[in-house]
């Protein structure tokens, strides 16, 4: 069958939505953005593509809940498969000569660390948690494990800065996590039937013809496409939000380094947008350095900001002074809850001017981005969208974060069908 | 100019008349001559023609030192003395550049005034400029005060008042400073000068209405602009550059060639801008290539205006020595009120036939920054055509970003290329 | 002999000295040696647990018990040590501490997770003046290091790699999370990840050159300390700098042990002070 790719090379992560012909959407993929774009793109397709053989399947089989324990299944192989390398990658580092003095016990204490991950990966895997990359669950359940194990012979710093070493020689390899290459030993771990399995076959028999691919976000530039297969991120997020709620009038999108205001006609065409320019205070690496500063995981913020009962009024818009407000708050003893939830307030006070400057929020307002995934900037914009503009219906989707790949895999879809219609 | 963006003879002809003046000025006291600083809005060249006397202008410095990649440095400088983030980039490029020995743009030292001559108050900022001048250099000071074109007329009773300060207070300093009296005739001659200039100028920044524009009304624009709002309105040199000037234009109309740009000629021309606010000098060359890696050309601009406005049929007229320079005082571009600048953009979009307008928001220059939102959605509105906003800075190399700039023009001809294609 | 223990609790590190000084060393402490030194990086583990941990590492180091210790002196986040006999601020202790490790320092600049510093001071580990980076975090380890995870290097090779650059990558420096932009568009374009890191070296190198200058340090032994102090990338861009400079006569140097700058100097002050409590009950 036809499809057609989206590509949104983010300045944190990086994300692919496939849709089919008929402009649905077959399967998504992200994955955390590195310094290599190629292969952060090439990722976050394969994944795409995963994604998409599994909705075939679902299709096929009409049975949900047996998909969900059979991708549970991959998932795990997948992420096992990377355990692998890893700890391959993590024993070659202990021939370095920096760790030549304690190169065997080192060794034991990791062979310790990489068991234990294994073995508690199912439960890793099944656990709520801030981030899916194979980075940062890997990383987590690493230290943990290395808090264990780690005595006055072998530090804990030492084995951090293997596993530093490691993971990063790990996130700069393909690893093959296909559907075809792990799907049929997922399938012998549920014990799948001849009819499932027969499935199985037939999708992994079905051809996916990639007939355009449009790249959009920071990276862009970078990416190995033809200029006219490149789009803004903008004209992408106005379309992909469209195209999520058909209504949407105005658009806003926080994202890591730039936060975007857009108003959109009634066919997803942008006509008019704002973005913040000399100053990041309104976005979603302000949340990052405030995380950093109150060492924080990012993810935890929002939850905790919900927790206020008397929220602080934050005077400084600028990311790093409020860094500095937040200490003063403190040794002034004021809750972290309260000041929290003032910062959250900040952040969407700076998308609210951004928001008046592109010309106001119409019905209906959708609101995307990594941010859109935090309940207390959520509910400060709840809040001040009521206070300034009244009611107004306010669209956000759990998957928000792949509203510019959306938006791109459209454009490719068009394009594609234009070029058809051409010939 | 020091840079000449291209080698055509006019350009050579520019270079050699700016070398000149900085030759004159750095022998300036050993021949005895005296030397006034001014700003180029509403300047009184001609005046000081007529009285034999040398003109400075801080704000060509400071754009200078920004071209040359030195105004990082001297607004550093300027900072130190406490001078805050927030004040005009030129005025703290000029103190810094003034702390650091004065060096012109040739490497010579420039003289010191013998008198400061404010000719445009709309500027608060100039003001103060003068005062901190004034301070350093124990000079006497003029400074007219200029009427706002509230209701976007001159009036009788407010030329009179601007004459009146000419006749009391400018003509006085300049006789006392050069001990020579002010001869009439002399400023004549000047006017008449000026006004052959001005018809030519005229005739090149209108050629922008051909298609394809055999200029560049914006970037390449800025040079053509250089000597009539600077030193040399008023004298053979400015009406042979401009002569030759136009002359290579009709050239280049005649053979519909595309404008010279520092990346060669735009052969293709994709879209055509109007472009409202001054440019980003520290980063010129960059933000050129990036409208000419689009295609695109600025058919008008605003800035062009800033010394002063021809498009709507004034000359200096040689009958009306006084009554013109005070017409002149009275009408640069930023001394107009906003439903007149609006009308003036709205009739470039128009008669250009240009595909939409271009704002280069500068945070720290007031004069231009305040109210362009609303110029923005009031052209946007009159017109039909998308209008976009960008922020930059004058001669602030922090404030200019790269890469969020060159993100939101792409963008913006994006929009502007989806608008042509549902249209 | 009096043995006290200096705990320097950072935002990113926990920096433990152990210092032995001989009865009656007034300020100075002549003869000082550290007996143990232990850093634990926190990495997202609980501070207090860290602390105690740091600390138990330095006193099995020594070899001695917890009541061996005459005096426990911290500095930075010093509330979080239960188990301190007094607090010293953070500046008088990098002081003493720069001093100790090199006695003609005359100004130190101490370069932390989020914050650097330039401290000018005398021979006597007097604080002259000083001034902080107040504005920015682009000036930081914090943003090195989140760099670093961005570019795909680990720490240790930050220095490095920096040393090999050609051409160094100029860094906007208004704001850190627009240079974090700044550096991810460079990454787009292709620059070479060692022009980039000497590029952030020379944007923090002149930003902490300009603090000594507010501080009125214009010549003598510069010691950098803190976290940074082993990364020869910025020590070689602070020297190619300051050489560069007219009005600049500093010596910019560092030492093995300047991450412990603060921890030591703690642990001398807090031998004085001890000296000083001990004369008092005697009296």
């Known amino acids: 069958m036809n499809v057609a790719l989206g590509i949104d090379l983010g300045s944190t992560t990086t994300k692919a939505v496939m849709l089919d012909e008929d402009e649905r959407v077959l399967g998504r993929g992200i994955t955390n953005s590195r310094s290599n774009y190629d292969l952060a793109a090439q990722i976050a397709r394969d994944e795409a593509f995963v994604g998409a053989r599994f909705e075939l399947l679902r299709r096929e089989l009409n049975d949900d809940a047996f998909c969900k324990r059979l991708e549970a299944r991959f998932r795990r192989r997948q992420h096992l498969s990377q355990l692998a390398r890893l700890r391959e990658t993590a024993m070659r580092e202990t021939e370095s000569e920096r760790v030549a003095r304690i190169a065997t016990p080192l060794r034991e204490r990791l062979e310790r660390i990489f068991d234990d991950m294994e073995t508690d990966a199912h439960r890793r895997l099944v656990a709520p948690k801030g981030s899916d990359f194979f980075r940062d669950l890997a990383n987590s359940a690493f230290s943990a494990a290395a808090t264990r194990y780690a005595d006055r012979d072998v530090t804990f710093e030492d084995l951090m800065s293997v596993f530093d070493k490691a993971i990063i020689q790990v996130e700069n390899t393909r690893l093959d996590l296909t559907f075809e290459s792990n799907i049929r030993a997922a399938l012998a771990d549920c014990g799948g039937d001849d009819a499932q399995a027969r499935a199985v076959d037939r999708v992994v028999a079905t051809e996916l013809n990639v007939i355009g691919t449009i790249g959009t976000g920071y990276g862009r530039q970078r990416l190995p496409f033809p200029k006219d297969s490149i789009r803004s991120e903008i004209l992408c997020h106005g379309l992909g939000a469209h195209h999520m709620f058909p209504r949407t009038a105005t658009v806003l999108d926080i994202g890591g380094q730039d936060t975007k205001a857009i108003q959109v006609d009634k066919n997803g065409i942008v006509t008019s947008f704002q973005m913040n320019d000399r100053c990041a205070a309104g976005c979603g690496r302000y949340l990052g350095y405030i995380a950093d500063e109150m060492s924080m995981g990012v993810h935890e913020l929002g939850p905790m900001a919900m927790q206020s009962t008397r929220r602080v009024k934050i005077t400084s818009t600028c990311t790093v002074f409020a860094g500095a407000e937040l200490r003063d708050r403190l040794t002034m003893g004021q809750r972290r809850e309260d000041i929290l939830a003032g910062l959250h307030r900040a952040i969407i006070l700076r998308a609210m001017a951004l928001l008046a400057r592109s010309g106001g929020i119409d019905e209906e307002f959708t609101f995307t981005g990594g941010v859109a995934n935090n309940e207390a900037a959520v509910s400060a914009l709840r809040e001040l969208v009521r206070e300034n503009y009244g009611e107004r219906t306010i669209n956000i989707s759990p998957s928000s974060i792949y509203t510019g790949a959306l938006g791109a895999a459209l454009f490719a879809l068009r394009d594609a069908r234009n070029r058809r219609a051409a010939a | 100019m020091s840079e000449s963006a291209h080698k055509e003879p006019s350009q050579l002809r520019q270079k050699q008349m700016i070398a000149d003046h900085f030759a004159r000025l750095a022998r300036a006291k050993q021949d005895g001559k005296k030397v006034v600083y001014t700003f180029v809005p509403g300047n009184l060249t001609e005046l000081f023609h007529a009285f034999g006397v ?171 602009i250089g000597p009539i709002f600077t030193a040399f309105r008023g004298t053979q040199a400015a009406v042979d550059y401009y002569r030759d000037l136009r002359a290579e234009v009709e050239d280049r109309i005649a053979k519909g060639l595309g404008p010279v740009t520092p990346d060669g000629v735009l052969t293709e021309e994709k879209y055509r801008l109007v472009v409202e606010g001054p440019p980003n000098w520290t980063s010129f060359r960059e933000f050129w290539k990036m409208f000419y890696d689009e295609g695109a050309v600025v058919v008008a601009s605003t800035y062009t205006k800033v010394g002063g406005v021809y498009d709507n049929g004034f000359r200096h007229d040689p009958e009306r020595p006084l009554e013109t320079l005070a017409d002149y005082c009275h009408g640069c571009y930023t001394n107009l009120n906003l439903p007149t600048r609006v009308e003036m953009l709205a009739r470039y979009v128009r008669d250009y036939d240009a595909d939409g307008l271009l704002i280069n928001s500068v945070k720290s220059c007031n004069s231009f920054s305040a109210g362009q939102l609303l110029i923005l959605r009031e052209v946007e509105k009159r017109t039909g055509k998308a209008a976009t906003f960008i922020e930059t800075d004058l001669v602030d190399p922090r404030y200019f970003s790269a890469a969020n700039v060159k993100n939101r023009i792409e963008s913006y001809l994006q929009m502007v290329d989806q608008k042509r294609r549902a249209a | 002999m009096i043995l006290t223990a200096g705990v320097d609790v950072g935002t990113s590190a926990v920096k433990v000295a152990f210092v032995e000084s001989p009865e009656g060393g007034g300020r100075e402490r002549p003869g000082a040696r550290v007996v143990a030194k232990w850093t634990e990086r926190i990495r997202r583990r609980d501070q207090r647990e860290v602390i105690k941990l740091a ?48 006695p003609e320092t005359r100004a130190v600049v101490d370069v932390g997770a989020l914050h650097g510093r330039a401290i000018k001071l005398d021979e006597r580990s007097k604080v002259l003046g000083y001034r902080m980076t107040s504005q920015c975090a682009s000036g930081s380890g914090q943003f090195l290091e989140n760099i670093a995870r961005y570019l795909g290097v680990s720490l240790d090779e930050i220095g490095p790699l920096s040393r090999t650059s050609t051409s160094p990558e100029k860094i906007s420096g208004i704001c850190a999370v627009l240079a974090e932009t700044d550096v991810i568009n460079m990454v787009s374009r292709g620059i070479a990840v060692q022009d980039i890191l000497r590029g952030i070296h020379e944007s923090m190198a002149n930003r902490f050159l300009k603090l000594l200058r507010s501080a009125k340090v214009t010549d003598g032994v510069v010691l950098i300390t803190g976290g940074l102090s082993a990364d020869e990338g910025l020590l070689a861009c602070m020297c190619d700098l300051a050489a560069d400079m007219k009005s600049f006569a500093i010596d910019v140097r560092t030492h093995p042990d300047a991450a412990y700058a603060g921890a030591l100097g703690a642990a001398l002050w807090g031998a004085y002070r001890h000296e000083r409590l001990r004369e008092r009950r005697a009296a």
């Open chain 2, 54 to 224: 040398l003109p400075v202008y801080p704000e060509i410095n400071a754009l200078q030192s920004g071209m040359r990649q030195k105004s990082g440095a001297y607004i550093a400088e300027a900072e130190k003395l406490g001078h805050s983030e927030d004040v005009c980039t030129y005025v703290k490029c000029d103190i810094g550049m003034l702390k650091s020995g004065n060096i012109g743009p040739t490497g010579e030292p420039l003289p010191e005034p013998d008198l400061l001559v404010l000719s445009y108050t709309g500027c608060f900022t100039f003001m103060k400029w003068f005062e901190l001048l004034k301070e350093e250099y124990d000079c006497p000071v003029v400074m007219l005060h200029v009427p706002y074109q509230g209701d976007g007329r001159i009036t009788d009773s407010m030329r009179r008042y601007v004459v009146d300060q000419l006749r009391t207070e400018l003509i006085p300093a300049l006789e006392s400073i050069t001990g020579t009296r002010y001869d009439e005739a002399r400023l004549q001659e000047a006017l008449a000068l000026s006004a052959r200039a001005e018809d030519d100028l005229v005739a090149v920044l209108e050629s922008a209405k051909h298609r394809p524009s055999p200029i560049d009304a914006y970037f390449g624009g800025v040079y053509y």
């Open chain 3, 55 to 102: 600390y138990g590492a330095a006193l099995e180091q020594a070899n001695v018990r917890p009541d061996d210790v005459d005096y426990v002196a911290t500095t930075g986040e010093g509330e979080l040590v239960d188990f301190r006999t007094g607090h010293f601020y953070g500046m008088t202790a990098h002081a003493r501490g720069a001093l100790f490790l090199d």
